[in-house]
């Protein structure tokens, strides 16, 4: 290793030329591939700590982009507490405080983060604080379950991005019509096969068939209550990390 042959900052030097090659993508990569390495070395050795402190002042400025992958950040964060370094692991807390306004976060990076560190960091004083923050927020985002909705209004605006022609148009119409779930369209096959691949790609909470009677055969488009099931779903997914994230705050047989 060149920490034996050469030194610690010649190992330093090596890292920085390291973090140098690779894009801002590919540091996170690096920082974890360089860290994994200094723990195989003795974490109360001065001039290794010296040099994960330099390490760090490197790498933790890539974490300040919100794409970083969860098990990247869970991995940082159980290295630096491996490492005892305090001062990183509070610019973890810190980093992800920041963030924690965002629905996005919490659910596809804090939410990951910290049922991966459940399994091997959890009475972590700084794993403890995150968690915290995590229940704060996840109490206010499943505070008011969703309302079933009163009518039969829909965002039109979602189908006539993928197409506006006059045809898709009697589409749009019905979808923002609050008195009406289904609408009856007869159609010639081109246009038949349009719409349904319009609606298709509009992800539209409508279930759309074609009865094939008379001339021209008529496409039966019916408005759903997917969207509102969708979002009972959600809703219980995160009460159900709420809870969990609770029993985790509970100290052990109590």
């Not at 924690?100 to 604080?129: C, G, N, W």
Request: hydrophobic share 40%; with cysteine.
């Amino acid at each position: 290793m060149i920490a034996n042959l050469f030194g610690w900052t010649a190992l330093f030097r090596e890292i920085v030329g390291i973090f140098q090659i690779f894009s801002s993508n590919g540091v996170q990569s690096a920082a974890l591939f360089v860290l994994h390495l200094l723990l195989g070395g003795n974490p109360q050795d001065t001039h290794m700590r010296a040099l994960v402190d330099k390490c760090l002042y490197q790498l933790l400025p890539a974490l300040q982009s919100v794409s970083a992958a969860a098990p990247e950040l869970a991995a940082w964060f159980r290295i630096l507490e491996n490492l005892k370094n305090t001062d990183g692991q509070d610019k973890m807390v810190q980093y992800f405080r920041e963030r924690m306004t965002s629905d996005q976060v919490i659910e596809h990076r804090v939410i990951p983060v910290l049922r991966d560190l459940a399994t091997t960091s959890k009475d972590s004083p700084y794993f403890r604080q995150l968690l915290e923050l995590a229940i704060s927020r996840l109490q206010q985002m499943t505070s008011t379950p969703p309302t079933r909705p009163k009518d039969w209004k829909m965002d039109g605006g979602m189908l006539q991005k993928i197409c506006g022609c006059s045809v898709c148009m009697q589409v749009v119409d019905f979808m923002n019509d609050p008195s009406r779930q289904q609408l009856r369209y007869p159609l010639a096959e081109v246009k038949r096969k349009h719409v349904h691949r319009t609606i298709d790609s509009s992800r539209a909470c409508l279930t759309h068939i074609t009865e094939r009677q008379g001339s021209p055969f008529t496409m039966v488009i019916t408005k759903t209550e997917g969207e509102y099931e969708q979002q009972v779903r959600h809703h219980n997914s995160l009460l159900e990390v709420y809870n969990e994230f609770n029993e985790l705050m509970t100290p052990h047989g109590s």
